[in-house]
């Protein structure tokens, strides 16, 4: 039977990392698939590879975030790319644990890989009930992950405005945040919005991101740090 071995990077701040995987799964004989914003996609990547006759796909996840999510969610993607991808799909399965960082991955692969779950497309898949509505929410933060603000420490500052709402048990019927690519004030990095208030804020450090859920999010009362706009013409 021929097996591949996908190394799956999680997170949305992963795609900044690209030859870094890349570096890695060259020397353990892998590819790598992006389970959010990045390209190659999971689903692409498992498509290709059955195409090319991969026989079993071990997946491997990773990621440098804390606000990755976790191994669960691989799982249910691969198991909707199973169910829907014909009469034979190739075996699938996962390594159990969702590693922090690549030196880990590359110490720990042999392990990882051969005590690797099955994923049969009997797992709850991507039907839940909950994935139904709209979620209720009072506001919605785009936050930029595009070029500029990822180099500039989105991930940081997102990490700090994530805490911060779970500090103050602030949920998705509260906030949603949402990720977005450039925003286009690039030159204000990191840049995140707030809708429907249309406020825009730059410069978001860790320290600007929790005043703007003390303040904004919390209060309704925006902060500083918001963009000035263009006159309309
Ligand atoms: S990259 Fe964030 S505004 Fe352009």
């Known amino acids: 039977m021929t097996t591949h071995h996908l190394i799956?990077?999680?997170?949305?701040?992963?795609?900044?990392?690209?030859?870094?995987?890349?570096?890695?799964?060259?020397?353990?004989?892998?590819?790598?698939?992006?389970?959010?914003l990045g390209s190659p996609t999971l689903g692409t990547e498992l498509t290709r590879l059955a195409e090319a006759g991969a026989e079993r796909i071990v997946l491997v996840a990773v990621t440098t975030s804390r606000l990755s999510p976790g191994v669960s969610w691989l799982r249910r993607i691969a198991d909707a790319w199973w169910r829907e991808h014909g009469d034979r799909p190739p075996q699938l399965a996962t390594a159990q644990r969702l590693f922090r960082s690549l030196d880990e991955l590359e110490v720990l692969w042999t392990e990882a890989t051969q005590r690797a779950t099955p994923v049969r497309g009997t797992g709850p898949g991507l039907q839940s009930e909950a994935w139904e509505q709209v979620?209720?929410?009072?506001?919605q933060v785009l936050v930029c992950r595009g070029p500029r603000c990822t180099a500039a420490g989105a991930e940081r500052s997102t990490e700090a405005l994530v805490m911060e709402l779970m500090r103050h048990e602030l949920g998705d019927d509260d906030v949603l945040i949402t990720h977005t690519g450039c925003q286009f004030p690039c030159n204000h990095a990191p840049v995140m919005s707030v809708q429907p208030d249309d406020v825009?804020?730059?410069?978001?450090?860790?320290?600007?991101?929790?005043?703007?859920?003390?303040?904004?999010?919390?209060?309704?009362?925006?902060?500083?740090?918001?963009?000035?706009?263009t006159r309309a013409r």
């Open 135 to 139: 979620p209720r929410h009072r506001h």
């Open 200 to 229: 825009w804020y730059g410069k978001v450090d860790p320290d600007t991101a929790r005043e703007i859920v003390d303040t904004h999010l919390r209060t309704g009362v925006p902060t500083g740090n918001q963009l000035s706009r």
């Open 8 to 36: 799956v990077a999680m997170s949305p701040a992963d795609h900044g990392l690209r030859s870094q995987l890349s570096r890695t799964a060259s020397a353990l004989g892998a590819s790598v698939a992006f389970l959010q």
